[in-house]
């Protein structure tokens, strides 16, 4: 079955520093990886996806991503945050061969003024 | 357009009772999803629909049944409500396999 881990809680960065939001992820078959993004009390925003192809991935309102086979890692990266990059961010995976997604427990993102 | 819509927005019931989460998508997706949200532990899937007249049981099913009414429409019933059951409850939706799915603004259920 697949899997992913977002090993910290929270995340905080000072406005118009890098973010990075890590996620690892274990799945039988080849990855289809994906970031969403929730805002409070509102449903989960699709943010990027890897399916094939390169490595580095970008998605919506300036955020990126970089698929690592080796390491089994698909982190989030934004060049410079935002306050209203604060959020909570899910890294999701699916195995190729079927229709279920697994979705770590999510990171809160705190972007200091 | 309005992608994947919920109903209701918030409910609370008692111990025992019964409802039912509707969920609608206008996107013409085969296949659709409930998932539940709680502190801590990320989305879980309760059960799916990978197309119409079909459904499958997610990670944590029990006390849950679902209907696919048709290619539209996904419904979540809780047949009797416990406390545990207290949560926030997500329908999504997308077309193949390898596409994202697009969530719906969610039901904020409480069981007392």
């Known amino acids: 079955a697949q899997s992913v881990a977002q090993p910290e809680d929270q995340v905080n960065v000072a406005e118009g520093n890098p973010l990075t939001v890590k996620c690892t992820y274990s799945v039988s078959g080849n990855p289809y990886l994906f970031w969403y993004v929730q805002y409070p009390n509102r449903g989960l925003q699709f943010l990027l996806k890897?399916?094939?192809?390169?490595?580095l991935v970008k998605g919506s309102y300036g955020f990126e991503a970089e698929f690592n086979k080796s390491q089994t890692s698909f982190h989030l990266k934004k060049p410079s945050a935002l306050v209203s990059d604060s959020a909570l961010y899910f890294c999701a995976v699916r195995d190729g061969g079927n229709n279920r997604l697994a979705f770590g427990k999510g990171n809160q993102v705190v972007v200091i003024p | 357009n309005a992608g994947v819509t919920q109903t209701p927005k918030f409910q609370v019931l008692k111990t025992g009772q019964s409802m039912t989460l509707q969920c609608a998508q206008d996107?013409?997706?085969?296949?659709m999803y409930w998932y539940r949200q709680d502190p801590g532990m990320g989305l879980r899937l309760i059960y799916y629909s990978a197309s119409e007249g079909t459904t499958d049981k997610g990670e944590v099913p029990n006390g849950y049944n679902v209907s696919r009414l048709n290619k539209r429409e996904f419904s979540l019933r809780l047949e009797s409500a416990a406390p545990s059951q207290t949560s926030v409850y997500f329908c999504?939706?997308?077309?193949?396999?390898?596409?994202?799915?697009?969530f719906g603004p969610g039901t904020r259920l409480t069981v007392t």
């Open positions: 996107m013409n997706h085969n296949s």
């Open positions: 999504a939706s997308n077309t193949l396999r390898g596409d994202e799915q697009y």
């Open positions: 890897y399916i094939t192809g390169d490595n």
